[in-house]
């Protein structure tokens, strides 16, 4: 699953269109720009498969949800001084016949990617946001 999130990040982020390139730290060939980077570290902290069985019986009232938890942290590449820090979690619990735990972290995973490479673009417009009253 870790292996998944990493590629729906790395399309995700090339997707933006916030960045000049989007490389991955596994891709030995991959030469990086002069001048600032960023460097992205994740780790999935959370990761409940959940029941198949339960999400068809009573998945409607959350039994046998799978569970996913993302943090990502956005570093200064050459300082590695830390810029932003999210933790995102996810939880599914319908699907046809309750849905295969795979399918539902893969699409947990996938969204995550999404969310934070919107979340990125809305920062970058200057929609941050607003602290707790």
Known sequence: MTQYLH??????????????????????????????????RGVVTRLGRGSQVARYFAGL???GRTR?????????AASGKVGLVTADRRVASVGMFGGSD???LEESFNDLARDFARFLVRLSQGQAPKAAP
């Open 61 to 63: 009232y959350g039994a």
């Open 102 to 104: 795979e399918e539902h």
């Open 68 to 76: 996913a938890q993302a943090d990502l942290l956005l570093l200064d």
């Open 7 to 40: 590629l729906q990040l790395l399309r995700r982020l090339r997707e933006c269109g916030l960045f000049q390139q989007v490389v991955s730290a596994t891709d030995g060939g991959a030469k990086p720009l002069d001048g600032a980077a960023l460097r992205l």
